[in-house]
Nanobody
Framework: QVQLVESGGGLVQPGGSLRLSCALSGFNYDHAAIGWFRQAPGKEREGVSCLSRRDGRQFYADSVKGRFTISEDNAKSTVYLQMDSLKPEDTAVYYC??????????????????WGQGTQVTVSS
C-alpha cells in the first residue's frame, strides 16, 4: 500500500521556522514528482512546492519563494519542506502528495493520486 505520512507541523510565531517531513512507503517515486500543498480554512487547496525526481528541479509558489525549501533524503524515502520566515498567512493544513505519473508544473504537482493526512501549521503570536 502506498503511504504518505506528514509530520512536523505545529504552532510557531511569525518569523519562526518549521520543518515538515513526508515519509513515503510502498511506492517507487524515483521518476515521479512529490509536492507540498496547503489548504487554509475557507480557501482552495494550493500548491506550495514541487520536487521533480526525474530531473531534480524544484518549484515554489511565489508566495513562499525564498522562504521555503523542498529537499529529500532518498535513503529514508522522505521529503522535507523547510519553512523559514513564517507568516500568519502560511497558516494551513499542509499535505504531501505524489502519484504514479505525477509531475511538476511550477509549484503544482499534477496527477497526485496519493495523499497524506496532513499536518497543521499555525503561525500566530
Amino acid at each position: 500500500q502506498v503511504q504518505l505520512v506528514e509530520s512536523g507541523g505545529g504552532l510557531v510565531q511569525p518569523g519562526g521556522s518549521l520543518r515538515l517531513s513526508c515519509a513515503l512507503s510502498g511506492f517507487n517515486y524515483d521518476h515521479a514528482a512529490i509536492g507540498w500543498f496547503r489548504q487554509a480554512p475557507g480557501k482552495e487547496r494550493e500548491g506550495v512546492s514541487c520536487l521533480s525526481r526525474r530531473d531534480g528541479r524544484q518549484f515554489y509558489a511565489d508566495s513562499v519563494k525564498g522562504r521555503f525549501t523542498i529537499s529529500e533524503d532518498n535513503a529514508k524515502s522522505t521529503v522535507y519542506l523547510q519553512m523559514d520566515s513564517l507568516k500568519p498567512e502560511d497558516t494551513a493544513v499542509y499535505y504531501c502528495a505524489t502519484g504514479d505519473y505525477s509531475y511538476c508544473s511550477l509549484s503544482v504537482t499534477y496527477e497526485t493520486n496519493y495523499w497524506g493526512q496532513g499536518t497543521q501549521v499555525t503561525v500566530s503570536s
